[in-house]
């Protein structure tokens, strides 16, 4: 499902816990961390989408989480060649992202990065709310700053001074 101007659509999750750090997770086989993230389906809100991939990548459900804020709008970013995946559609150029912003309230032995039967993610951790930012790939970091900025004022409790 990709829509006119190229982009498919998509959610991004940023979880926080009772101290205001955030789940970092690691790619499976790969040195790479993000925020959990992933496609919306044919006849799929944005809303079940993200519990969706939710329980996916990290084995958690509606039920382990406080729904905090979204973004208003769609954040864009586009795909660089080298990343893209034998791609069958020519214009498809990147992703569409609605962000969550989640209030973790269970156990963290409730994560489990192994819970769906091929798991995006061998490792996840905490990590202050800024730290993202310096950590993930350049060309999602624009997106990941947007994201992190416009949630934050509606939910700046969750960050402690110096998190």
Not at 25 to 45: L, T
Not at 73 to 78: F, I, P, S, T, V
Not at 150 to 160: A, D, I, M, Q
Request: glycine share 8%.
């Amino acid at each position: 499902m990709i829509d006119e101007q190229g982009y498919r659509p998509n959610v991004g999750i940023i979880l926080a816990n009772a101290r205001g750090e955030l789940l970092w997770a690691k790619r499976r086989g790969q040195n790479a961390w993000q925020f959990p993230q992933g496609g919306i389906h044919e006849g799929e809100s944005p809303e079940q989408a993200m519990y969706r991939e939710l329980g996916e990548e990290v084995g958690l459900g509606e039920q382990h989480v406080e729904l905090l804020a979204c973004t208003q709008g769609w954040l864009r970013y586009r795909l660089p060649p080298q990343f893209m995946r034998n791609n069958k559609n020519p214009d498809f150029v990147g992703q569409k992202q609605k962000w969550f912003l989640l209030r973790f309230t269970a156990p963290d032995e409730e994560v489990r990065v192994d819970a769906h039967a091929t798991p995006e993610f061998d490792h996840w951790r905490w990590v202050s709310y800024w730290y993202p930012l310096s950590q993930i790939v350049q060309f999602k970091r624009e997106v990941y700053r947007r994201a992190l900025c416009e949630l934050l004022p509606r939910h700046g409790r969750l960050v402690r001074d110096g998190a």
